[in-house]
Antibody, heavy 121, light 111 residues
Framework: EVQLVESGGGLIQPGGSLRLSCEASGFTVSSTYMSWVRQAPGKGLEWVSVVYGGGSTDHADSVKGRFTISRDNSKNTLYLQMNSLRAEDTAVYYC???????????????WGKGTTVTVSS | QSVLTQPPSVSGAPGQRVTISCTGSSSIIGAGYDVNWYQHFPGAAPKLLIFRNNIRPSGVPDRFSGSKSGASASLAITGLQAEDEADYYCQSYDSSRSAVVFGGGTKVTVL
């Protein structure tokens, strides 16, 4: 069964750092794209980051320079390193298996249940 | 404010047909990028409902259908059921920002 399980969320003070993990089963993270998407309280879905099959990455402007997406193929796990956290980063963070479409675009076909990050003093 | 515009809410009686629109700019849907749709129940994992404008993944009922024309796309739910009450999001790609974009979401209420 294809499954994604996120962990690592919690309460963190502004300016702090946190690393989220997403353990995959039923497929290998290195064989496809993988993304992080978040949902702030009362808001909609917001794309955060993507790692492509070859290992290159892209990040949303709102997190660029502060967040880094990566993967460990030996552990079949996706990560999101979050630094310089702000109150507006408070959200449920979902990891998602991501399928490429011709034309440099993609969609998310399998999602985890998410992990909650709260940035507050 | 999302770059893809969806109505905040739609409602219908059981058995009725409802549609959710998703409108984007010339750098998004109008540029030819595909639209994908997700169903999201609060507290659960989002679920892919439609990809590449009108393709249903295996297991998605054929009551759900997608279409795209020009700079807009639509999700239709026919034979509305109580279990369809959820939030629905469209998603595409914004070439001007090299980024995935989501609509603001539409809450479907079954009366």
């Amino acid at each position: 069964e294809v499954q994604l399980v996120e962990s690592g969320g919690g309460l963190i003070q502004p300016g702090g750092s946190l690393r989220l993990s997403c353990e995959a089963s039923g497929f290998t993270v290195s064989s496809t794209y993988m993304s992080w998407v978040r949902q702030a309280p009362g808001k909609g879905l917001e794309w955060v980051s993507v790692v492509y099959g070859g290992g290159s990455t892209d990040h949303a402007d709102s997190v660029k320079g502060r967040f880094t997406i990566s993967r460990d193929n030996s552990k079949n796990t996706l990560y999101l390193q979050m630094n310089s956290l702000r109150a507006e980063d408070t959200a449920v963070y979902y990891c998602a298996r991501t399928k490429p479409i011709p034309g440099d675009q993609y969609y998310m076909d399998v999602w985890g249940k998410g992990t909650t990050v709260t940035v507050s003093s | 404010q999302s770059v893809l515009t969806q109505p905040p809410s739609v409602s219908g009686a059981p058995g009725q047909r409802v549609t959710i629109s998703c409108t984007g700019s010339s750098s998004i849907i109008g540029a030819g990028y595909d639209v994908n749709w997700y169903q999201h129940f609060p507290g659960a994992a989002p679920k892919l409902l439609i990809f590449r404008n009108n393709i249903r993944p295996s297991g998605v009922p054929d009551r759900f259908s997608g279409s795209k024309s020009g700079a807009s796309a639509s999700l239709a739910i026919t034979g509305l059921q109580a279990e369809d009450e959820a939030d629905y999001y469209c998603q595409s790609y914004d070439s001007s920002r090299s980024a995935v974009v989501f609509g603001g979401g539409t809450k479907v209420t079954v009366l």
